[in-house]
């Protein structure tokens, strides 16, 4: 009896470590109990690289009780267990992973993982504030934007510049000061990424009762102690509505930054400001406050 679960233990285990998974990303194309592929196997993955590729000279069919598949000038048949590629026969149960090349298939294998690769990245360029990826297959790369770097990061194995990369390769970067993603669009074979030039604007912060000239042309800031409160000008009907244009702009980012630290807004007349300028007044709760208002009003004057 123990000899009895031994063997049929020994065989579970053996069927679990001979056996190969063909992935297509992450997701299981194949799978395959054993070392080799079968006919079925075979079939699919011709099937799909034919499909993701749009090669189509690949056919499948049966000539009695033979079955058979053409891809790419190569045929492989099939009858009563024994296959024949390309009028050789095929040694063995079964039809070994490399066999796949032939029929140019390319693929990794990792113990038994086998990934295909169906994506091929043609070129990255840049034109202008455009960044232009063509490629063949799935896209297999994603567009990562992180502290004002763009990457293209590819997402699993694929095919750059005549080279199988893994996942995590940085196929291209761009870094440059002021740049940020405004759109990505993406067509059969062609992805577009449109950057945009983020300028900064001049602006000047200072604490509550302090002297601001009068003909200021920066935006203003000024800082004070009170319930957390945001403060904007309103605009002077004597000027008949000459400085409409900077009460918006005073309103606009009065509310962005409210939202952001969570603040009422008033709109009231501050003489402290410039009369016709752009500016704030803003109360903050405490004094631990103002490193995170200047943050947010750094971020808020690069958009």
């Known amino acids: 009896m123990r000899r009895l679960i031994f063997v049929v233990t020994t ?7 001979f056996s190969i998974d063909v992935f297509t990303g992450n997701e299981v194309l194949v799978k ?24 189509n000279t690949f056919k499948e069919g049966t000539i009695g009780s033979m079955k058979y598949l053409e891809f790419r000038r190569h045929v492989l048949l099939y009858a009563d267990g024994i296959y024949v590629l390309d009028d ?25 993982n086998v990934y295909i690769v169906d994506c ?17 297959g799935v896209r297999r790369f994603d567009v990562v934007e992180d502290s004002g770097v ?20 940085i196929l291209h970067k761009v870094d440059e000061q002021g740049l940020r ?38 935006v203003v800031f000024l800082i004070g102690r009170g319930d957390g409160r945001i403060i904007y000008r309103n605009y002077t009907r004597d000027l008949k509505g000459l400085d409409f244009t900077s009460y918006s702009q005073s309103k606009k980012l009065a509310q962005e930054i409210a939202q952001l630290m ?21 109360l903050i709760r405490n004094e631990q406050e ?14």
């Open 11 to 17: 065989l579970a285990l053996l069927s679990h470590i």
């Open 32 to 55: 395959v109990a054993g070392s080799r592929l079968d006919f079925e196997s075979v079939r699919k993955v011709l099937s799909y690289i034919s499909s993701v590729f749009q090669d």
């Open 88 to 112: 050789e026969r095929v040694q063995g149960e079964g039809i070994p992973v490399d066999v796949l090349k032939v029929f140019g298939v390319e693929y990794v294998q990792n113990d038994d």
């Open 120 to 136: 091929e990245v043609l070129s990255i360029g840049e034109v202008e504030k455009t960044v232009l990826i063509n490629f063949k």
């Open 150 to 169: 763009l990457r293209i990061v590819a997402r699993s194995w694929l095919k750059f510049k005549q080279e199988i990369v893994p996942p995590g390769t």
């Open 181 to 218: 993603v405004a759109k990505v669009t993406e067509e059969l074979g062609q992805v577009r990424i449109i950057l945009e030039v983020l300028t900064k604007r001049d602006y000047l912060v200072k604490n509550f009762g302090e002297k601001v000239d009068p003909y200021e042309k920066r």
């Open 262 to 282: 969570n603040y009422k807004i008033e709109e009231c007349p501050i003489y402290d400001l410039p009369l016709g300028g752009v500016g704030l007044l803003v």
């Open 290 to 303: 103002k490193e995170k208002l200047l943050e947010i009003i750094e971020k808020v004057m690069r958009q």
